[in-house]
């Protein structure tokens, strides 16, 4: 072989050699959290996530176990003005107080419809099943689902001029796809109506509808026009908050999560990040404080009691004003 061609063969082979190092390269430093600043915060879940998917490692977890839990109003959506399962059925509780204005004697419904949010917010996730519970007494599981997605598609976020459907956290986002990129499956568990959030999780998060744990309005089976259908009876089965999330979890997976996602605002899913965090193993738990309220919405509970809980049992807090670069955009 020709000494020039033997040269280039090398230059060749060498520059291949060093494409496929800066690609690699490249790939090792990618941000898998671009939106998010570079706070301890995120060192503690890019460290976490690490350390658990790091085969042989004292803190490996196999794959089977590696669940994560997420609350969705406040942690993966903004729940101001007023929840995401509320969007779909406003209509629906307006036309079922004027067939009955002694529905407009409870005290949500009376809220919702003076548009008195902070009422509102203070009757709790009870008081949003209350209102699910109007809404839907009396009509099919199908009939209630039938327009969630496109609803939610047409409503306009009054503060983030997006339809409530494209209203996700972004960096939420991101960290759901960071997490299953690593081996997680993703779930689902709120105080909202199960049936309204099954519809827009696959959509919105990512997160297949058989993986969503919620409240839930008690149904019973009848016969409509020679077909079957479930139909809803105005009663609450099931308020997916505080304690009963644990429960909740227990039932649909058999198994502590080992991340569990959750928002300082209402309580209630302290009791689940508490359940996760005494699983034997490593485990992780995040907890979004809403101090940013030119971005978001500043807002937080009289007694401080979720972040007096993540201090004392060492749950990771999100302050959304210094660790997320963007909130809510496309």
């Not at 999780?201 to 026009?225: Q, W």
């Not at 099931?238 to 991340?259: E, Q, W, Y």
Request: hydrophobic content about 45%; charged content about 20%.
């Amino acid at each position: 072989m020709h000494i020039p061609l033997i040269r280039r063969v090398l230059r060749s082979g060498l520059i291949g050699l060093l494409t496929i190092f800066l690609t690699a390269n490249a790939l090792a430093q990618a941000d898998p959290l671009p939106s998010w600043n570079d706070t301890p915060t995120k060192q503690a879940i890019v460290a976490f996530v690490t350390r658990v998917a790091e085969a042989g490692g004292p803190d490996f977890v196999p794959e089977r176990e590696r669940v994560a839990v997420f609350d969705m109003d406040g942690t993966l959506v903004p729940e101001k003005p007023v929840p995401l399962a509320l969007v779909p059925v406003l209509a629906d509780i307006k036309d079922a107080v004027a067939g009955n204005p002694l529905l407009g004697d409870r005290p949500a419904v009376a809220a919702l419809l003076k548009g008195d949010h902070a009422a509102l917010h203070a009757a709790g996730e009870q008081g949003i099943n209350d209102l699910i519970a109007v809404a839907t007494d009396g009509r099919t599981t199908e009939e209630i689902v039938r327009n969630v997605s496109s609803l939610t598609a047409q409503a306009s976020h009054p503060k983030f001029g997006l339809p409530y459907a494209s209203a996700v956290y972004r960096p939420m986002r991101e960290l759901l796809a960071y997490l299953e990129a690593n081996g997680f499956r993703n779930w689902i568990c709120s105080g909202s109506p199960v049936l309204i959030t099954r519809a827009v999780s696959e959509t919105m998060f990512g997160i297949p509808p058989e993986r969503v744990i919620g409240s839930y309005v008690t149904t019973k089976l009848e016969e409509r026009d020679g077909r079957t259908v479930l139909v809803f009876d105005g009663r609450i089965g099931h308020l997916n908050d505080g304690a009963g999330k644990p429960v909740a979890i227990n039932l649909a997976m058999g198994t502590r999560p080992v991340f569990v996602a959750g928002n300082e605002g209402g309580r209630g899913d302290i009791a689940m990040m508490r359940w996760s965090k005494d699983r034997v193993g490593p485990s992780f738990q995040l907890l979004v404080d809403h101090d940013d309220g030119e971005r978001e919405y500043a807002y937080e509970e009289p007694d401080n009691y979720s972040l007096n809980a993540a201090r004392t049992y060492g749950f990771q807090v999100i302050s959304i004003k210094r660790d997320w670069k963007a909130v809510v955009a496309p």
